[in-house]
């Protein structure tokens, strides 16, 4: 389940970056994934949407306001690189 979401847009780069941060139960994983942890915890990506989507893990955390808290740093960082956010539709 997705508690977090911000997305971003730069004004001159064609491409949107999107940071979530997903709660997970343990033993919700419908597949093993090596490597992925299966689990009860907060997992944070980034996504690089343009040509093509990259996403990355940021990090695997026991506790909501760690995951948060990595997810508040990633957006200091990305507005620091001239990111915007982009408003979320009501």
């Not at 847009?9 to 093993?32: E, I, K, M």
């Not at 343009?50 to 909501?64: E, I, M, P, Q, Y």
């Amino acid at each position: 389940m997705v508690i977090a979401k911000e997305e971003f847009n730069h004004p001159t780069q064609a491409s949107r970056v999107v940071l979530s941060v997903f709660q997970q139960t343990a033993g919700s994983s419908r597949t093993a994934v090596q490597g992925m942890l299966d689990e009860a915890g907060y997992l944070v990506t980034e996504s690089w949407l343009g040509a093509s989507k990259v996403v990355k893990t940021l990090g695997f955390f026991d506790s909501r306001e760690s995951a948060l808290a990595e997810l508040q740093s990633r957006t200091q960082e990305l507005v620091r690189q001239r990111f915007q956010p982009v408003p979320s539709a009501a």
